[in-house]
């Protein structure tokens, strides 16, 4: 065998081993991460059983009461709020960006979506605290005769649904520019209307990206710190409406992470807070994987 052949050989195969390894880090790194988290909580664990946790709302850290409903819920109100607000505005602005548009909109638009998702998140809060908060407690809440100080499970959701509009953005457009050009053409030829062609086929043949971008965008939204903080009001009940102030997740292991690490059973609730957080997110992304599964298997 000759010898730059056997040096081939031998860099293919280090190659190999070299991207196989790091495939298999990237593999451990979320089991890794959940794992170290049901260490850090298993003192609480071990004290109260894990369905408690979840289902109480009383929050009495000094008294050894640990519910976090409150919490679990008011993440929920908001990234669905969220998502409810950004996913309809993120599509049609994709299909319009792509299919109506003429290509120098798009350059336009591109460098504010760029602009918009790199915006500091704290900038966000700002921007709630000035704009959001005011206009909720003196114009919308009065509207449904509802009574607020602004900040609320709605402030999150509208600061959080402009903040992941060009994450979501950004896929879609490319999802929607990865669909072969003669599909579309193979439909406008038969007679069908430009929207009955993105509506029926498009669309139906985009559908597991959207779901993905979805997916991606509801994590982004779910694990959201600074900016949700500062203007949802962070009260700990159980929240029943939107004009209500609430309590997510991350607003409070960032609030008292670090104060009550002294506190060894608070420090583990807290790290159980990050272990739920962590468990959500986790089945969004099984969740919207699933349902792609499903739809390729049904139109395959």
């Known amino acids: 065998m000759k010898p730059f052949r056997i040096g081939r050989l031998v860099k293919e195969r280090v190659n190999r081993v070299w ?32 369905m408690k946790l979840l289902g109480s709302s009383e929050w009495k850290p000094l ?9 679990i819920i008011s993440s929920l109100w908001v990234t669905f ?9 993120c599509i049609l602005s994709a299909l319009h960006l ?34 959001i908060v005011p206009f909720i407690s003196g114009h919308l809440a009065p509207v449904f005769n509802a009574e607020t100080s602004g ?19 950004n896929i879609l457009i490319e999802i929607f520019n990865t669909i072969p050009v003669e599909l579309r ?14 509506r029926s086929v498009l669309l139906r043949k985009a559908f597991p990206g959207i779901i993905s971008a979805i997916g991606l965008g509801l994590s982004r939204a779910f694990g959201e710190t600074i900016a949700v903080l ?30 009550m690490l002294s506190i060894p059973l608070y420090d583990s609730a807290l790290m159980l807070a ?27």
């Open 81 to 89: 709020l969220a998502l409810i607000i950004a996913g309809p505005i």
């Open 151 to 169: 900040y609320s499970i709605l402030a999150g959701g509208l600061v959080l649904s402009v903040m992941i509009i060009p994450f979501i953005l």
């Open 98 to 131: 792509t299919y109506y548009a003429p290509s120098f909109f798009m350059k336009i638009v591109q460098p504010a979506i760029d602009i918009l998702a790199g915006i500091p998140s704290v900038i966000y809060g700002v921007w709630g605290v000035v704009v």
């Open 274 to 300: 990050a272990l739920i957080l962590f468990a959500i997110v986790v089945l969004f992304n099984l969740a919207s994987r699933l349902i792609i599964i499903r739809y390729e298997n049904k139109y395959r």
């Open 63 to 71: 008294s050894g009461k640990f519910g976090f409903s409150p919490f």
């Open 230 to 259: 500062m203007v949802v009001g962070n009260v700990t009940h159980v929240p029943e409406g939107v004009f209500q102030p609430g309590y997510p997740l991350t607003a409070l292991i960032a609030n008292n992470y670090g104060e």
């Open 19 to 50: 991207m196989t390894l790091w495939t298999v880090i990237i593999i451990l790194t979320p089991v890794i991460i959940g794992g170290f988290l049901l260490w850090k909580s298993s003192m609480l664990l071990e004290e109260n059983s894990l």
């Open 185 to 198: 053409e193979a439909t406008l030829s038969l007679g069908v209307s430009n929207w009955i062609t993105i």
